[in-house]
């Protein structure tokens, strides 16, 4: 935001130039530009400082055409200029600290991988702390199937192709399963996480949902360019609680660094 309102800015002061306007003009719509930096970072208290003195350095440069002409034109001149500059400022600065929140708040709430449309690594963490406290509590079980995709898969594969068969993955594993089902994505910088938290599902059935995930992932990555080997880089895991409490917490590591990454105001420590 801070880089777009400064080329806006700029392209204005550019365009007065080329157009052969007053220089005390020019200069004075150059003077936007600490008061929109000082609302960026400081909101409506610094717009409105930043205001004040832009408002004084537009003052400072009309005074000697006040001093030499006289008359009220100048001041109310003045008086305009810096009446914009506190309201650009003030306002500017309040819109500012709401977007701020706004954005906060759905940084501290995220659950959607950008790249798929499926959970993230955080959904994760969070609907696995849900089932193993249902499973203490009813005594039921539920299972987690991994299957990762290594980045050299897609290696080298163009950049749109890539993002394309990702999300393609996503649609394998989205589809692949029941509604009740928690199907995620992350990436590490090294491979791609897919996962599904499966309730209530031991670890025949989850077995099978692997080995069939793993088929429809190596035939999809076939299909998208992917060289011969990427049948090589799927590989998978199937994890039952209780039993493979130790695996499935250091998955839950894995993928809460993968959220530490993403939301690093607001990470989630997992179990």
Request: glycine share 8%; hydrophobic share 50%.
């Given at each position: 935001?801070?880089?777009?309102?400064?080329?806006?800015?700029?392209?204005?002061?550019?365009?007065?130039?080329?157009?052969?306007?007053?220089?005390?003009?020019?200069?004075?719509?150059?003077?936007?530009?600490?008061?929109?930096?000082?609302?960026?970072?400081?909101?409506?208290?610094?717009?409105?400082?930043?205001?004040?003195?832009?408002?004084?350095?537009?003052?400072?440069?009309?005074?000697?055409?006040?001093?030499?002409?006289?008359?009220?034109?100048?001041?109310?001149?003045?008086?305009?200029?810096?009446?914009?500059?506190?309201?650009?400022?003030?306002?500017?600065?309040?819109?500012?600290?709401?977007?701020?929140?706004?954005?906060?708040?759905?940084?501290?709430?995220?659950?959607?991988?950008?790249?798929?449309?499926?959970?993230?690594?955080?959904?994760?963490?969070?609907?696995?702390?849900l089932e193993v406290t249902r499973?203490?509590?009813?005594?039921?079980?539920?299972?987690?199937?991994?299957?990762?995709?290594?980045?050299?898969a897609l290696a080298t594969l163009?950049?749109?192709?890539?993002?394309?068969?990702?999300?393609?993955?996503?649609?394998?594993?989205?589809?692949?399963?029941?509604?009740?089902?928690?199907?995620?994505?992350?990436?590490?910088?090294?491979?791609?996480?897919?996962?599904?938290?499966?309730?209530?599902?031991?670890?025949?059935?989850?077995?099978?949902?692997?080995?069939?995930?793993?088929?429809?992932?190596?035939?999809?990555?076939?299909?998208?360019?992917?060289?011969?080997?990427?049948?090589?880089?799927?590989?998978?895991?199937?994890?039952?609680?209780?039993?493979?409490?130790?695996?499935?917490?250091?998955?839950?590591?894995?993928?809460?660094?993968?959220?530490?990454?993403?939301?690093?105001?607001?990470?989630?420590?997992?179990?």
């Amino acid at each position: 935001m801070t880089l777009s309102g400064l080329a806006v800015l700029t392209l204005t002061v550019v365009v007065m130039l080329v157009r052969g306007i007053d220089t005390v003009e020019v200069v004075a719509v150059a003077l936007y530009v600490p008061v929109f930096l000082a609302l960026v970072w400081r909101d409506g208290w610094g717009g409105a400082a930043a205001a004040v003195l832009a408002t004084a350095v537009y003052a400072a440069m009309r005074q000697p055409a006040t001093d030499a002409i006289g008359g009220a034109s100048f001041r109310d001149l003045v008086l305009v200029r810096g009446a914009a500059y506190l309201a650009f400022g003030v306002v500017g600065g309040l819109a500012n600290h709401e977007l701020r929140r706004s954005l906060t708040k759905l940084d501290a709430n995220d659950e959607v991988d950008d790249a798929t449309g499926l959970g993230n690594a955080r959904h994760l963490l969070m609907v696995t702390d849900l089932e193993v406290t249902r499973a203490a509590r009813y005594r039921t079980l539920f299972s987690l199937v991994s299957v990762e995709v290594q980045s050299e898969a897609l290696a080298t594969l163009p950049r749109r192709r890539r993002r394309a068969v990702v999300h393609r993955l996503g649609e394998v594993l989205r589809s692949s399963v029941r509604t009740v089902d928690h199907p995620v994505h992350a990436w590490d910088g090294r491979g791609h996480h897919f996962a599904v938290v499966l309730p209530e599902t031991g670890e025949l059935g989850a077995r099978t949902l692997a080995d069939r995930l793993a088929a429809c992932m190596i035939e999809e990555l076939a299909g998208g360019g992917a060289p011969a080997e990427a049948e090589g880089a799927v590989t998978t895991a199937v994890l039952t609680h209780p039993g493979d409490d130790e695996r499935l917490a250091e998955v839950c590591r894995t993928f809460s660094a993968i959220d530490a990454v993403e939301h690093p105001e607001h990470p989630t420590a997992s179990r």
